[in-house]
């Protein structure tokens, strides 16, 4: 079975993780701090908190930024559900924004129409979570313009994109936002089993995320609450955290993933230029790429609409899973989940987006999915297309 996506772990992971284990410290040695300082490098951002999960940053990165009860927080529908379930985490509401029909990112157009209307409403968000789909950057520069006009802030959902760049800067610099978030997860471009992180540029949100990842304990006697002299604590609660921490094998395993990484998404490069050469005759809609954006290709989702192509999405697949080929698709959009319809959203809420899931399946895509196996991908696609654009 060739799946959408998974992991490429060498020797040198291998045996970076078991240097590890035979050390003395399995989690809160240096190695956390090690691939923390190597991703904030490579990223050109000024510190790095590593997490056990993207889930665990978004969450961390919203209270950092003061969300709670009351706020609003924005994002796409066009995502995995945890960017949206970290605001309400923090007991905020959450709301969306339809997407662009060519990136399938967040809408610049529909989110500066839905900024004016919530501004007479008096509702604004408070934070606005774009996500970097497939790999792709949003229009940051746009959506930070609407950020200084409209006062919110920004959380860019990187958790496909470690990798990609966007106007020649690596993903996570953070010149356009507040905090970018990573995913680690075995199908994302680096891998630390589980894992994630948060960059940011600002010293006091990131000292707010390390202690919110370690249960609001800090050892820093400057934090501290005052208490008589003789006390001796070497450390204080002073906030309610979580343990979200990442341990130190996993990080070793991150730190030698990152040294794979360019090729990796060069990897990825290479397998999705082939697909755009080999489906330019066919019906099916191969990813757009917008002239600011170098994607990683996280995902190389296809659109299969039936009045060009002949077949719907469910043949699609199926006739895929017949030769093997597990596809997948991302996303069905957030709001039409049942918990979400629970709290009242209605389907056709964002049509661009349930257009596009109608439509969508994820071909396999990632570093070491052979040139046979590609051919078996292309081939079975071209076999089921009438090979002429209509
Ligand atoms: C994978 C993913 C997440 C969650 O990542 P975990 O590390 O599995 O918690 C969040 N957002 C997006 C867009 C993702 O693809």
Known sequence: MIPYGRQDISAADIAAVVEVLQS????????VP????????YCGAKHAVAVNSATSALHIACLA??????DWVWTSPNTFVASANAALYCGAQVDFVDIDDKSYNLSVAALEEKLRRADAEGRLPKVVIPVHFAGQSCEMAAIHRLA??????????????????????????GQYSDITIFSFHPVKIIT???????LTNSA???????????????????????R?????????????????????????????????????VARRREIAARYENEFADLPIITPWQHQDSASSYHLYPVRVRESRCGINQKTFYARMLQQALLV?????????????????????YCPVSEGYYRETMSLPIYPRLTEDEQSQVITAVREMMPNSLC
């Open 192 to 198: 630390t089993g589980e894992g994630g992180m948060a």
């Open 24 to 31: 003395d410290w399995i989690t809160q040695g240096e190695m």
């Open 65 to 70: 930024l003061g969300v709670g009860a009351g």
């Open 204 to 226: 006091a949100i990131a000292n707010l995320m390390q202690r919110y990842r370690s249960h609001g304990i800090t050892s820093d006697r400057a934090e501290m609450a005052s």
């Open 34 to 41: 090690r691939f923390e300082a190597a991703v904030a490098a």
């Open 148 to 173: 200084q006009q409209y006062g919110f802030r920004i959380i860019e959902d990187a958790s496909h994109a470690i990798g990609g760049c966007y106007q020649q800067q690596q993903i996570g610099g």
């Open 328 to 348: 997948n698709l991302h996303y069905i959009p957030v709001y039409l989940q049942p918990y979400y319809q629970k709290m009242g959203f209605q389907p056709g």
């Open 228 to 264: 008589p002299e003789d006390e001796i604590w070497n450390y204080q609660q002073i906030r309610l955290g979580f343990n979200y921490r990442m341990n130190d094998f996993q990080a070793a395993l991150g730190l030698s993933q990152l040294q794979r990484i360019d090729a990796f």
